[in-house]
């Protein structure tokens, strides 16, 4: 062990070890890996060790192809076998509603790459694994690559090919402490003190502790995982081949062959938390006992499943812990405050999505950021609201029992809520509001008319469909109001703000009292943000965007800091609302005295509104004239009032973003993490006609160079569908002529215009206005076509007229 190290990576399971080897492949050999034990001595060594490619992020789905396309390279590289078994997989479905999702899956991993799918009968299923019943079954997806691997050789051959290439395991040495210094790290261990520019906590069950030495408290937990391993099953052995990974989503249980038996494994409802403040130092290759009565249910669904394990003994059970985060995918990445601090836990799926997670936090901590866009694994996806035990415990037991549970697109889940609450909520409770929630925030979806309407959950057009449809036509007619305190906004001050604002955002500034769209981009051209930026005219600016990006934008602003610049984060000191429609500037003009008419599109200005001193600016992501007005928090309910009683006579109406996605669909705008990702650069999705190209920004040669180049390969188009009872959500693929030329970013139905539509990212020959395309929607292909941006007044006169 030497003194020094350029990185440190703590926990030898089998993402630590990932990521050392990443490293080092990627040109970092003056790296090491610590491990308070041996090897494997966490949740690798009892790890089940299957990989699969279904994920419900199809960013993620990439990195577990990934993953799997690297076992055999990590073998051949270190000599060491990782036991690779490729048998395939099913997964199945036994109703309707399953079967509809399976074959939208299906398509999704079409639009993603993944070609090596195809959807089965249940007479297929049979075949594939013959000591299974299919009673039940409606139908499944096959898979090539899927199967397991042996655990711990994989954890190994990680390893050697780490050491291979010049880093360097150090086994049975514990941290101790972690000590923040001008320069990087200090790690104090049992046998020394190491200093390093980088650590990265990867820890696995130790994650939470190795965390809270550095100050972070980490929203992860462990729960206990059953899987059992049967006695040789005859029938097994009178087969010539492997029986296929299977995961029986109506049984709960996922299956593989072990020897002649098989492993049987369970995500049962009545979860288990163990050890929530970290596991026991000592801890290492122990079990807990196991609990056949807590999983009644599932086994026996799973020995119905599988009648041979009814007759058949069990020859080992496994009771062990893996860690989890709130939404169940990994913590991984840069912690704000922290430099050279990063997170590589909470991947309770280690042998699937290890490799994806070592290959995006090595190119992240080398390169400045990932190749693929890892926000659904981002730290910063979560902020401090996450670091409750209580919201942990609820969300990530919630998250383990509906492992297997269909979840619906318009299903809104209990856990963690209600959290945070704007100060008008009671209000609009009382009115009706439905609730959503985003980064911890209740947030409006719709207003229902009586007091007992519960939304049906489902794939296609729900029973709000109507609801939103009326919400949809106050704001086209008359005028809406919309809460928007889940907007983020940062205050930006200081001598040197207006220097570091020029710098770090790609458009032009807006003026004093103006305001103005501003694409941000990365060293290597890539979106970082679609952002906002108001000059308030007194030497203060605002950034708004979106609420659940707050401390992923904070970081990147922190992490590119100016000198004579602070940047505050007020977005829950203030609030507000929004007001759209033809009449929005009558109820404004019943409040104030104040030059509203004189306020031009993209205008900004502070105005008394009734008794409160409220910031306006004139803009609308509704396509409508409109306005947004900003108070604190403590006038959010005398302004919701305010706004009604002025625009009761007007045909003033509450409404929530479901109705806010048709409006902008149907005026053809972009939102964050659909048609903009940090995975696009500005010239594919349109931000790039907001870009000053006269002068200096982070981001600027990168961008410049795609343009010189001829620009993107693939843009985002508007498109219409011929849709029926349910439209494109996003991540379908799309069609021309047979041949896959894109995907949907995001769609819905626009109530105005009476069709479905949606935005889709494609190749740029497939782009023209009226090019024929199809979509699948629900799995089942439709006719579709690209049409001219902003089927709604195109011409934009009700908004900047």
Not at 20 to 38: M, N, P, Q
Not at 101 to 127: H, K, M, N, V
Not at 518 to 526: D, K, N, T, V
Request: aromatic content about 10%; overall charge negative; charged content about 20%.
């Amino acid at each position: 062990m030497k003194s020094h190290y350029r990185a440190v990576v703590i926990g030898g399971g089998v993402v630590g070890t990932s990521v050392l080897y990443h490293l080092a492949k990627f040109g970092w050999t003056d790296v090491c890996l610590i491990e308070r034990s041996v090897l494997t001595a966490g949740s690798s060594w009892h790890a089940a060790g299957g990989f699969h490619a279904l994920n419900a992020d199809p960013n993620i789905a990439s990195l577990q192809a990934y993953t799997i396309d690297l076992l055999s390279e990590i073998e051949q590289e270190s000599g060491q076998s990782v036991g690779m078994h490729m048998t395939g997989g099913m997964t199945l479905a036994g109703t309707p509603d399953r079967w509809e999702w399976l074959q939208s899956a299906y398509r999704t991993f079409q639009s993603i790459g993944i070609d090596d799918c195809r959807l089965i009968t249940p007479q297929e299923a049979g075949e594939l694994c013959p000591i299974m019943s299919t009673e039940g079954i409606i139908g499944g997806m096959w898979a090539d690559r899927e199967g397991y691997v042996d655990t711990t050789g994989t954890v190994h051959a990680y390893a050697g090919a780490a050491k291979k290439r010049g880093a360097e395991v150090i086994e049975n040495n514990r941290v101790l402490e972690l000590h923040q210094v001008v320069d990087g790290w200090q790690i104090v261990t049992e046998k020394g003190t190491i200093h390093a520019e980088h650590v990265v906590n990867a820890a696995g069950l130790w994650a939470k502790q190795v965390g809270r030495m550095a100050g972070v408290e980490l929203p992860v937990s462990p729960l206990n995982h059953h899987y059992l391993i049967s006695d040789t099953i005859p029938e097994l052995e009178q087969l010539d081949f492997e029986v296929p990974m299977t995961v029986d989503l109506e049984g709960f249980t996922y299956m593989r062959q072990d020897q002649k038996g098989i492993l049987l494994g369970i995500y049962e409802i009545d979860h288990e938390h163990w050890m929530m403040d970290g596991a026991p130092w000592e801890y290492g290759f122990e079990l807990q006992q196991e609990d056949p009565d807590r999983i009644e249910r599932e086994l026996t669904l799973g020995f119905e499943r599988y009648p041979a394990l009814q007759t058949t003994g069990v020859k080992t059970w496994v009771n062990g812990a893996f860690t989890f985060a709130p939404d169940g995918n990994p913590l991984v990445g840069p912690v704000r405050g922290k430099p050279g601090y990063w997170c590589a836990c909470g991947v309770m799926a280690g042998f699937l999505q290890g490799g994806g997670v070592g290959k995006s936090l090595a190119e992240w901590m080398i390169h400045g950021e990932p190749e693929a866009d890892v926000f659904g694994m981002d730290v910063a996806r979560f902020g401090d609201y996450a670091q409750n035990k209580r919201f942990i415990k609820e969300t990530t037991g919630q998250f383990y029992t509906r492992r297997f549970v269909m979840t619906y697109p318009n299903e809104q889940l209990p856990a963690g809520r209600p959290l945070k609450k704007a100060p008008a909520y009671d209000g609009m409770s009382a009115a009706g509001c439905r609730w959503g929630a985003s980064y911890g925030l209740e947030i409006p979806l719709y207003f229902a008319p009586s007091g007992d309407f519960t939304e049906t959950p489902t794939l296609k057009r729900s029973n709000a469909f109507e609801i939103v449809a009326e919400e949809c036509k106050a704001v086209r007619e008359n005028v809406g109001l919309l809460d928007i305190s889940a907007f983020s906004r940062f205050e930006v001050s200081g001598l040197g703000a207006e220097v570091w604002l020029d710098r770090i955002m790609a458009s032009k500034l807006p003026k004093p009292g103006r305001a103005k769209l501003a694409p941000m981009l990365s060293p290597e051209g890539r979106l970082k943000g679609d952002l906002t930026v108001f000059n308030w005219g007194d030497g203060s600016w605002w950034i708004m965007g979106s609420y659940y990006l707050r401390e992923w934008h904070m970081r990147w602003f922190q992490d590119h800091m100016g000198d004579g610049v602070k940047v505050r984060d007020v977005t829950d000191a203030i609030t507000g609302f929004s007001l759209s429609g033809p009449n929005s500037r009558k109820v404004l003009e019943n409040l104030t005295d104040g030059p509203i008419a004189e306020l031009s599109f993209m205008g900004c200005t502070t105005l008394d509104i009734g008794m409160l001193r409220v910031k306006v600016g004139r803009l609308s992501v509704a396509g409508e004239l409109g306005y947004e007005l900003h108070s604190s928090a403590a006038e959010h309910i005398t302004l919701r009032e305010t706004l009604l009683e002025a625009g009761a006579d007007l045909g003033i109406r509450e409404y929530g973003f479901n109705a806010l996605l048709s409006l902008r669909l149907e005026k053809s705008f972009g939102i964050w993490s659909a048609e903009f990702t940090q995975g696009y650069t500005a010239a594919q999705t349109g931000m790039d006609r907001w870009i000053n190209w006269e002068k200096d920004f982070i981001g600027r040669e990168a961008a410049l160079k795609e343009r010189e180049e001829g620009g993107p390969a693939q843009i985002v188009v508007p498109i219409e569908v011929n849709a029926t009872d349910a439209d494109a959500s996003g991540y379908e693929p799309v069609w021309q002529n047979g041949k896959r030329v894109g995907f949907v970013t995001s769609g819905g139905f626009g109530h105005t215009t009476g069709k479905s539509l949606a935005m889709a990212m494609v190749d740029r020959e497939a782009a023209a206005e009226g090019t024929e395309l199809a979509v699948h929607i629900v799995g089942q292909e439709r006719p579709a076509r690209v049409i001219a941006a902003s089927p709604y007044d195109p011409s934009g006169t009700a908004m900047r007229g």
